[in-house]
């Protein structure tokens, strides 16, 4: 058995392993009492006044008290992270971390905005970390890659991919937790999904073409990656 895991966890490909294997020190660490998630938090004015910049990165790493839900969370970060990186992704790691870049920022950049409106500011006060908000959008992502596949939710009904969002929007809800985290995962993933796959077929041009300097930090293999027609706005 522990070598079966073994051999998983060294299968995945670089980022997906990087991001779970951080995800999961960090949550394992708080629930010791080792690192204090006081420490980890989303928040601006200490961000500005004391440049506690990390603060802008380990908020995606904490995923709350390590129950069912971490478990649910960790599941769905290494499944469709991985499947992202090994399928959509294969051969551009680069622009796969840009991808991961490109939703920390819109995230952060949502909920620092957002809290300075009031209506929303009220809805977002509790949101102090995006770790969930980030895998939701690579659920997001993921279902615009693959519209039609057939899915299965826990053997009740069948679906396809591109509902998959909604899907677990719907049962979050059911469970009485609250939907703005899901909501701006899916609002990070959408607003990619527009600006990497349909307004290029629209335009010829691609906002989001991935900095050379990104591209250098990794190694590229030339692999051929065909236009997804089947992607969906």
């Given at each position: ?19 779970l ?14 690192i ?6 989303l928040?601006a ?11 802008l ?5 904490y995923?709350?008290?390590?129950d ?5 969370h ?18 551009r ?7 991961l ?16 409106i009031?209506?929303?500011s009220?809805?977002f ?5 995006l770790?969930n ?14 519209p ?6 826990l053997?009740?009904?069948t ?7 909604w899907?677990?929007?719907?049962f ?24 990497e ?35 969906r706005?």
């Amino acid at each position: 058995m522990a070598q079966a895991v073994e051999e998983w966890y060294k299968q995945m490909p670089v980022i997906t392993r990087s991001y779970l294997t951080a995800a999961v020190i960090t949550s394992v660490g708080c629930s010791l009492e080792i690192i204090s998630p006081y420490n980890l938090y989303l928040n601006a004015n200490l961000v500005v006044q004391r440049w506690e910049v990390w603060r802008l990165v380990t908020n995606f790493l904490y995923f709350r008290r390590m129950d069912l839900d971490f478990l649910f969370h960790m599941f769905f970060l290494a499944q469709y992270c991985k499947l992202l990186e090994e399928n959509s992704f294969r051969g551009r790691t680069a622009d796969f971390f840009y991808m991961l870049l490109f939703g920390a920022a819109a995230l952060t950049g949502i909920v620092l905005i957002g809290g300075m409106i009031p209506f929303v500011s009220e809805k977002f006060a509790s949101i102090v970390f995006l770790s969930n908000s980030l895998t939701f959008m690579l659920v997001y992502v993921w279902s615009k890659h693959n519209p039609f596949l057939q899915m299965s939710f826990l053997g009740l009904f069948t679906f396809t991919a591109a509902y998959l969002p909604w899907v677990l929007l719907g049962f979050s809800t059911l469970l009485g937790t609250s939907p703005w985290v899901d909501v701006l995962g899916m609002v990070a993933g959408h607003s990619y999904h527009y600006l990497e796959d349909v307004y290029p077929r629209m335009t010829g041009r691609r906002p989001l073409k991935t900095p050379a300097l990104i591209k250098s930090l990794f190694a590229e293999e030339n692999v051929v990656v065909m236009p997804r027609a089947n992607a969906r706005s």
